[in-house]
Nanobody, 118 residues
Framework: QVQLTESGGGLVRPGGSLELSCIASSNVPGFVLMGWYRQIPGKAREMVATIDSGGFANYAPDVSGRFAIGSNNAKMAITLYMMNLKPEDTAIYFC????????????WGQGTQVTVSS
């Protein structure tokens, strides 16, 4: 089983920065993909950034150049450094963990709220 613990959410002014963290705890080490998704209540959850175990990252077009995802494979932890935040970035941010490419099973964190407002 996998447990994901997210932290770092909060209130920030437009143009500000915020860093999210996610730590995966499991009795089995390793993963193939971790990432961040965000969701506005009533809307579909959308990918923000993912990073695989080799360090290759993908970003949603609207955050590319502003957000940076990092990882520590040994700790099974990821971060999301968010820069030049906009009100449109306001959402609940969820950590994603995928153990294997062999199936579609993923684990989700409970989410951390990010609010960008003046």
């Amino acid at each position: 089983q996998v447990q994901l613990t997210e932290s770092g959410g909060g209130l920030v002014r437009p143009g500000g920065s915020l860093e999210l963290s996610c730590i995966a705890s499991s009795n089995v080490p390793g993963f193939v993909l971790m990432g961040w998704y965000r969701q506005i209540p009533g809307k579909a959850r959308e990918m923000v950034a993912t990073i695989d175990s080799g360090g290759f990252a993908n970003y949603a077009p609207d955050v590319s150049g502003r957000f940076a995802i990092g990882s520590n494979n040994a700790k099974m932890a990821i971060t999301l450094y968010m820069m030049n935040l906009k009100p449109e970035d306001t959402a609940i941010y969820f950590c994603l963990f995928r153990r294997s490419w062999d199936d579609d099973t993923v684990a989700w964190g409970q989410g951390t709220q990010v609010t960008v407002s003046s």
